[in-house]
């Protein structure tokens, strides 16, 4: 599957942004989602997962309570909330997808988005 993430920009400190994924003409229904990022210079981090089902969440501890994952009722979009975002947060936000796997490892995941940039401004 061809995962594609979008919604990316240039923000400030505090303001809020909204990436979504999406597949290249398939469902993401069959898929545990999740998003990484990976600022430059750093090593990928995870950030949040969802099940195909959209019944289980959960986050890095570092972030949990200003991002929120989640999935549309069609199942063929996930999104990520990202609230009061700080300049820390400045990164390429990755969406991966696996069958099975749902995970915080990336290494776990067998499908990979482009990734969209994420900048925050002080």
């Known amino acids: 599957v061809q995962l594609q993430a979008f919604g990316g920009g240039l923000v400030q400190t505090g303001d809020s942004l909204k990436l979504s994924c999406a597949a290249s003409?398939?469902?993401?229904?069959?898929?545990?989602i999740a998003w990484f990022r990976q600022a430059a210079g750093r090593r990928r981090e995870f950030v949040a997962r969802?099940?195909?089902?959209?019944?289980?969440?959960i986050y890095s501890d570092l972030l949990k309570g200003r991002f929120t994952i989640s999935r549309d009722n069609t199942g063929n979009t996930v999104f990520l909330q990202m609230n009061s975002l700080k300049p820390e947060d400045t990164a390429a936000y990755y969406c991966?997808?696996?069958?099975?796997?749902?995970?915080?490892?990336?290494?776990?995941?067998?499908?990979w988005g482009q990734g969209t940039q994420v900048t925050v401004s002080s």
């Open positions: 969802i099940t195909k089902t959209g019944q289980s969440a």
């Open positions: 991966a997808a696996d069958w099975t796997r749902a995970t915080t490892n990336a290494l776990e995941y067998s499908y």
């Open positions: 003409g398939r469902t993401l229904t069959t898929y545990n």
